[in-house]
């Protein structure tokens, strides 16, 4: 392929990230930000105080697009798009997250039980001075989950970097009884709204 062909930034170390955008065939170069106790504070993705969770994926995903612009520039990286995306649950008007660890996803997995949540993920593309966000709403409901079938899943570590602590691809599919919206967005890239707003930056889809 030409160096000129079209490409994009992936601001993100998701794998299913990775997976989805080459489900599309989109030609992307993959741009990390430093984590642990050197994370960069601009893609801190603290809640802020009474914060709702729509406005809070739309502005981490934001965040972190913005900053992998500015990486571009001081990396002397290709100046092409940087997508970014963020996914969080709502659930009774909480932002639920990513688990602290397995105590946690277990409570997490046991609040889901029986009951309908929401997925949110906000897709970002910035390129220069243009900055646009897309978000992808999705409903999901959950079977009643054993408290066996948790331990169980907890234990295969599959829930630890996801949000609300399951990945609807891998093990956690069979305690979905119900799902409205965008399947790909749940995974953490609504492909539909994606290929829209790349199309917006001219991205040949």
Request: proline share 6%; charged share 25%.
């Amino acid at each position: 392929m030409s160096l000129l062909a079209p490409r994009i930034h992936l601001a993100s170390r998701s794998p299913r990230r990775r997976e989805l955008l080459t489900q599309l065939g989109v030609q992307f170069d993959t741009l990390l930000f430093r984590d642990g106790t050197r994370a960069d504070v601009e893609t801190d993705e603290t809640p802020q105080p009474g914060e709702d969770p729509v406005a809070y994926v739309q502005r981490v995903a934001r965040a972190k697009a913005e900053h992998g612009w500015r990486c571009v520039g001081w990396r002397h990286l290709r100046p092409q798009p940087v997508l970014s995306a963020d996914t969080t649950l709502e659930f009774d008007n909480e932002i639920i997250g990513k688990p602290l660890d397995a105590a946690d996803a277990m409570r997490i997995l046991g609040r889901l039980s029986g009951r309908t949540h929401r997925v949110l993920t906000a897709v970002t593309v910035c390129c220069e001075a243009r900055v646009e966000t897309v978000l992808s709403v999705s409903e999901v409901r959950f079977g009643a989950l054993d408290p066996a079938d948790i331990r169980r899943y907890v234990a295969s570590g599959e829930p630890m970097d996801k949000a609300g602590a399951y990945g609807i691809q891998g093990r956690a599919g069979m305690f979905v009884e119900h799902i409205a919206g965008s399947y790909s967005g749940v995974m953490g890239l609504p492909l539909f709204e994606t290929a829209q707003l790349l199309r917006r930056f001219n991205y040949p889809l």
